[in-house]
């Protein structure tokens, strides 16, 4: 069934809200943009307001380690994958179980097809654990367990917030 007459093929780009979408009535239901400035102040704000939140931890969530895309068209170039190999896991002298509870990916499926990305990755891994503070889980010298930061390290910390 087609539209009857010879009529302007409607083409609005506007969501139609509420199912009203005959007669003069659906002016009052379209969805604009007019608040888009405001969207992004908000998401501004909530990125703000979770780094604040996640306070110690990295903002940006797991360190991930430094890949080569597959295929032709992008294997030149470099991105984030999914999780650390167990080999560079065991490279860095960092245990699987530990890895996990301090905010390293972990992906037993990936393989180290070359020296070269294993080394880059266990750099990684490196500069990371001498950059990390682990705080002790409970107050006082009973809480203090090997591999946690000396307090006087953790006396005077501020997370870096910038860009």
């Not at 999780?83 to 499926?109: C, M, N, S, W, Y």
């Not at 990390?132 to 367990?145: C, M, R, Y």
Request: proline share 6%.
């Amino acid at each position: 069934m087609g539209h009857a007459g010879n009529n302007v093929i409607p083409n609005v780009h506007f969501r139609k809200v509420n199912g009203c979408q005959t007669g003069r009535h659906n002016r009052v239901f379209m969805r604009t943009w007019l608040d888009q400035a405001g969207r992004k102040k908000r998401r501004a704000n909530n990125r703000k307001a979770k780094a604040a939140k996640l306070f110690p931890r990295p903002a940006a969530g797991n360190l991930r380690p430094v890949v080569h895309p597959p295929t032709q068209r992008y294997n030149m170039k470099l991105r984030l994958g999914k999780g650390f190999t167990l080999d560079e896991l065991k490279e860095a002298k960092i245990p699987v179980k530990q890895a996990k509870t301090i905010g390293i990916a972990v992906d037993h499926r990936r393989r180290n097809r070359c020296t070269e990305s294993l080394q880059t990755n266990v750099q990684r891994l490196k500069l990371y654990m001498s950059k990390l503070l682990i705080f002790p889980k409970k107050s006082g010298k009973k809480g203090v367990k090997k591999g946690d930061t000396p307090r006087s390290e953790l006396q005077n910390v501020a997370q870096n917030t910038l860009k």
